[in-house]
């Protein structure tokens, strides 16, 4: 008898050193969460310049708030549905779970759960959905290990904040936001009632989906509430009675999403994993962005389908860089991909700038003169737009029709080296073939970055960088905190600016950027891919600098799209609107080398580090004379007028002097 004792012992030892080995060997990989990782996860919350809040793809969170100072009436309604008893038991409620157990084996399906808050939390947070018992034994050693290392407060307060409510609220900050436009501290008790009961299925109970099943399941909360004693009946029925309303929040337009994802992924990749709350201030203006969206919608919506043109991408900024309004396609709905920053697409005769540039710089002028005629590269033949050669024609010339025989000769006399050189200078970064067809901008490149060079012409300045975050608030600040740019250092333009300022100028009013012509200070540059692929235009206004491109996720043709149709033509929709003095925004404190309205004082002016111009214009008329002339008149009567020596450029012809 002893012996058969001794041996169901040992049995049994056995049997549990076997299932004991079993478990630790299915958490020999669980990674044991730091406190931190439980109550100081990065929550990042971005607002337009003008005060909005932003939100992108993805959860929608905002910052933190701890449970204790969130109202009685929400905390009483997530516990008496999800976990009455939770002050009370550990990590795991045993109670609960045998009580679930029987109504699921009753029922035949899972209808009841037994999970505390804690175990929620570490499904939420660590672990996933998943229903195995590898991971119902991984979720059990992590909340124990939590309710060890973690207040309770504090584990209902990270549980409050991340879990998720439906519509892409997580948490409970933005779901009060979400759905009711308020404060989660100004909830009604109807509003907490149904917040809380969404946590559960938040799909099936979202009130923007099925609002008569998210006030039935709060009819459930606010019985569960007097079930738990927190809740009169009269209370209860009255709720019951007043159900609660969602109201739509009034959030930056959707459309804003391209912009939020490129700051955020920018944001993150700076700010600690577990350093609590960063609130980011951007530099978007949501009026802009909300004309810049519609403006691409309704072109493409008018065009598109006739012209086999499916998307389009915008980028508007200030010539410092600051991104005011970024469309990466026609509807972020649909698409999440960016294609003002993502896209790599060849930029055709918009790259030109750069040829052009890399001339001035090797000592040629606007007024010398290239020849436009057929050129052979090693069995090369590039070809002008229409095939047709206008023999000797001026750089300006060149340049305004995009004449590709011209450029290609030309940099063949610079050098492609130099270009590149160039486009560096100007701050276009990726890879530039060292190639004859580069000259015809056959590198693919974004819509972002040649923004960001054409926004360095306007400045005066290179390089430009792009940046969408303008002030940034911690945990630790009362205030925002504004951003110094220390990044890659600036330099001069000096008197390639107004050259190149003017040949961009002369695209717009007498070349292949006519169609963006308005009333207003205009310059840019027209570009086409090869089979029409591809359709760009680049340029600035007063205050602007935008980018605008045209063409197909699948690289396939549209018909006949150019840089000057429809790329223009959103570029002049855009800009006849925003570039007017109802968008102005003040100018920045620092130095600068921007002109202003369409006289070109500052931009003709000698900058630190530049050459300094000679006594005489381009005109031969002495400097000095800038006095001699009504510069308001003339900026308005000539859109080539230049006030440093009160000449325009008419269609033929040296510059003249200005004498209104």
Known sequence: ???????????????????????????????????????????????????????????????????????????????????????????????SILRALRENLIAGKTVAGGSTITQQLVKNLFLGPQRTYRRKIQEAAISIWIEHHVSKNDILTSYLNNVYLGSGAAGFPAAAKVYFNKDV???????????????????????????????????????AMVDNGKLSPVDALAAKLHPATPTRAEFAASSSGWFADWVYKKAAAVTPTFGGPVHIRTTLDTRLQQLAAQTVKSTLAKYGAEKHATQAALVAMRPDGAVVAMVGGRSYAESQYNRAVQAQRQPGSAFKLFDYYAALRHGFTPDDEISDA?????????????????????????????LNDAAVRLTQQVGIPQVIAAARDLG???????????????????????????????????????????????????????????????????????????????????????????????????????????AWFVGFGNSLVVGVWVGNDDHSPMKKVTGGSLPAQIWKDFMQQADSPAFAQTPPAEPTTVGQAMGRQAMDAPSNGGSEPSDQGDSGLPQQQSAQCNVEACGRFYHSFRASDCTYKPYWGPRQLCER
Request: charge should be negative; hydrophobic fraction near 40%; charged fraction near 20%.
């Open 185 to 223: 501290g100004d909830l009604t008790l109807p509003e907490a009632a149904m917040l809380a009961g969404m946590v559960n299925a938040p799909s099936q109970d979202d009130p923007f989906h099925d609002l008569d099943a998210a006030r039935k399941r709060a009819a459930t909360v606010l019985d």
């Open 1 to 95: 008898m002893l012996l058969y004792m001794a041996g169901v012992a040992l049995s049994v030892i056995f049997v549990m050193a076997m299932l004991a080995g079993a478990l630790l060997w299915e958490l020999r990989q669980v990674h044991f969460p730091s406190p931190a990782e439980v109550t100081s996860r990065r929550v990042i919350t971005l607002e337009s310049a003008d005060g909005h809040d932003l939100w992108g793809a993805g959860q929608q969170k905002l910052a933190p708030v701890d449970a204790r100072n969130m109202p009685a009436k929400l905390i009483n309604a997530v516990l008496s549905i999800e976990d009455r008893h939770f002050y009370e038991h550990g990590a795991m409620d045993f109670p």
């Open 374 to 402: 057929p050129v052979d590269i090693h069995g090369w033949h590039p070809e002008n737009y229409g095939h047709h050669h206008h023999g000797r024609v001026t750089l300006a010339e060149a340049f305004a029709h995009s």
């Open 428 to 534: 276009l970064r990726g890879p530039l073939q060292n190639n004859p067809s580069l000259a015809l901008g056959t590198s693919e490149v974004t819509l972002l970055d040649l923004t960001s060079a054409y926004a360095a012409v306007r400045a005066g300045k290179a390089p430009v960088n792009a940046h969408g975050i303008s002030a940034i608030k911690t945990e630790n600040d009362k205030d925002y905190v504004r951003l110094d740019r220390p990044g890659q250092a600036q330099h001069s333009l000096g008197q390639y600016q107004a050259e190149l300022t003017d040949l961009l100028r002369d695209v717009v009013e007498h070349g292949t950027g006519r169609a963006a012509a308005f009333s207003d200070f205009a310059a840019g540059k027209t570009g086409t891919s090869q089979d029409y692929r591809d």
